[in-house]
């Protein structure tokens, strides 16, 4: 089941400016219901209509850059949900994406030393821990200390983490499993027992320090289905957070050392689990990039990058026949839904599990909050729209949540934990991913 890749350098390199895209906007309103900015601000500058009007004020020279452009311009998830509502097809995300890049450098200081520190451990993050394996696994691994050894507790008891106003970005701290349970896959691992594809396996960088569950059952699934998974080395992360957020020549580095670590040439497809790095690898060629003189390079690795779920479905997925008994509300990721258009393929899978009960999940398509480190940049606001789903979660009678982008599950678990202080009844939700239901069936 070979790939047949054969776009041009041409086709990849195809892009409109952002002011050709801000003209394609007929200002008709109907993107402003389902972002999420807009529903909880309520203000015209905090809707994508607002934000591509202020955009093009900017690029017409109508418009300064003052920290109240950078507020409204900062606060947008890029859930992209303007997008699947646009009749006129605005490429909101790119627009964003490429605005936020070109103005990045010339951002108002921030005024506090609260904001100044974020700034500052943002960009350290991105540019110095994503990329760098060891190190995440040292900070995981010291998160790790910090939750099992007590000094939580005491922090949280002193009151030192109100003190110094952390408790709200303490609580989305994912808890963490042991390090046994976050080791790398194999460079290889062979099918279970007919093979019927060869996948190469995009680990990603924080997802498999975070939900290591999600990456094992994941794997798992696709050798039940018959794939040869390779792990390519010398991968690193997609760089997803770094083009969201303006740091694009950080995001090319990345993006070239991904195109060096994997040669779609060499099998059927490259696999992802993650909804948001799915996206923006699917993305690398408009990105677009030459390395070594190949400029055909990104719009063929593009090309071959498979949600996990699509590529199941698309395959033939092997019938799962072992039970599992759970009623599972499905949340859509924005990047899954909206950056790749798939919603069927994974409510096909969860539908063919036995004994499993789908049920209605209330506004299933609106985000969730996380959005990258958007919960940490705009905790206050993410709080907001995280406590909307918590309560469709509520409504929806689920036992389990499935979602398929690790951001996701670990944003939705830390809303549960809060809210089942006020309603201990939503401390039993599991929130995983739609591959450890699928992996379950097949090993049960
Ligand atoms: S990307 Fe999301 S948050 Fe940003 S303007 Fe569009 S709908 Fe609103
Ligand atoms: S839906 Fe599209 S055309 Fe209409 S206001 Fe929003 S961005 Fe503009």
Redesign the pocket.
């Known amino acids: 089941m070979l790939l047949s890749v054969e776009t041009s350098s041409t086709d990849a390199a195809v892009g409109r400016s952002r002011y050709d895209i801000a003209r394609?906007?007929?200002?008709?309103?109907?993107?402003?219901q389902v972002c999420p900015t807009y529903v909880h601000l309520g203000s015209e500058a905090d809707s994508?209509?607002g934000r591509?009007y202020l955009m093009r004020a900017h690029d017409e020279g109508r418009q300064e850059v003052t920290a109240a452009l950078r507020e409204h311009l900062d606060l947008c998830l890029v859930c992209r949900a303007?997008e699947t509502?646009?009749?006129?097809g605005?490429q909101?995300g790119s627009m964003m994406e490429e605005f936020r890049a070109q103005l990045r450098p010339s951002w108002p200081a921030p005024t506090t030393w609260r904001s100044r520190l974020q700034r500052a451990l943002g960009r350290w993050a991105l540019v110095q821990l994503l990329p760098q394996p060891s190190r995440l696994r040292m900070v995981v691994g010291l998160l790790r200390a910090y939750q099992v050894s007590g000094v939580a507790a005491l922090a949280r008891r002193s009151g030192l983490l109100r003190a110094l106003r952390l408790e709200a970005t303490e609580a989305l701290a994912p808890r963490v499993a042991p390090a046994s349970k976050r080791r790398p896959p194999p460079p290889l691992l062979l099918a279970h027992g007919r093979r019927r594809a060869r996948v190469l396996w995009l680990r990603g960088c924080v997802a498999p320090e975070l939900v290591p569950e999600a990456q094992d059952a994941s794997i798992e699934a696709l050798r039940h289905n018959g794939c040869e998974v390779v792990t390519p080395p010398g991968q690193t992360c997609c760089g997803a957070l770094h083009f969201h957020t303006g740091f694009h020549a950080e995001g090319m580095v990345l993006l070239e050392r991904n195109l060096r670590a994997f040669d779609p040439r060499d099998a059927d497809a490259i696999v992802v689990n993650a909804a948001g790095c799915g996206s923006t690898l699917k993305e690398y060629a408009r990105l677009g990039h030459d390395v070594d003189g190949d400029t055909a390079q990104a719009a063929r690795f593009a090309a071959a990058v498979r949600d996990i779920s699509e590529f199941l479905d698309d395959l033939g997925l092997e019938p799962p026949r072992g039970s599992v008994r759970a009623r599972v509300a499905y949340d859509e990721p924005c990047h899954l839904l909206h950056g790749q258009g798939i919603s069927a393929a994974p409510q096909r899978i969860l539908g063919a599990i036995p004994a499993l009960t789908p049920v209605p999940l209330p506004h299933a398509d609106r985000c969730c909050g996380s959005a990258g480190i958007y919960n940490v940049q705009h905790p206050v606001l993410a709080a907001e729209i995280l406590a909307d789903k918590i309560r469709c979660i509520a409504q929806s009678g689920a036992d389990t949540v499935a979602t398929g982008n690790p951001g996701c599950i670990l944003q939705i678990r830390s809303g549960l934990r809060r809210a089942a202080v006020a309603n201990p009844g939503l401390a039993g939700i599991r929130v995983v991913h739609p591959m450890q239901l699928l992996a379950a069936s097949y090993t049960s």
């Open positions: 394609d906007c007929v200002h008709c309103g109907l993107c402003l994508p209509r591509i303007c509502a646009c009749p006129s605005v909101f």
